[in-house]
């Protein structure tokens, strides 16, 4: 079992940046690919980013490339989202993920255990 704690949502203007955590607890936490996902309003889940197990390979959603970082902490339990440049269109619900799959996979379904989630909400 894991449970996944979110943090560092916010109200922020565009082009400011946040950085999102993801607390971990539970058992083997390190074996786990880990993700980060958003559902903005009337909108279906989306894949933002993900990491393998090792922290070695990751990967990213189009619209998000260049501006957001996924990294992981082994020694804290922690994955964080860096994101920068934010764009009005990255107003969401933040969910991070983790999936026993231990590569960085895209596939919502694919993922074992989700957080709350954490609001983020970008203005002009």
């Known amino acids: 079992q894991v449970t996944l704690v979110e943090s560092g949502g916010g109200l922020v203007l565009a082009g400011d940046s946040l950085r999102l955590s993801c607390a971990a607890s539970?058992?083997?936490?390190?074996?786990?690919?880990m993700g980060w996902f958003r559902q903005a309003p009337g909108k279906e889940y989306e894949f933002v980013a993900a990491?393998?197990?090792?922290?070695?390979?990751?990967s990213y959603a189009d619209s998000v490339k260049g501006r957001f970082t996924i990294s992981r902490d082994g020694a804290k339990n922690t994955v964080y989202l860096q994101m920068n440049v934010l764009k009005p269109e990255d107003t969401a619900v933040y969910y991070c993920?983790?999936?026993?799959?231990?590569?960085?996979?895209?596939?919502?379904?694919?993922?074992?255990?989700w957080g709350q989630g954490t609001q983020v909400t970008v203005s002009t």
């Open positions: 993920a983790a999936s026993a799959t231990y590569i960085p996979t895209m596939n919502g379904d694919d993922y074992d255990y």
């Open positions: 990491i393998s197990w090792s922290g070695g390979s990751t």
């Open positions: 539970g058992r083997s936490f390190r074996s786990y690919a």
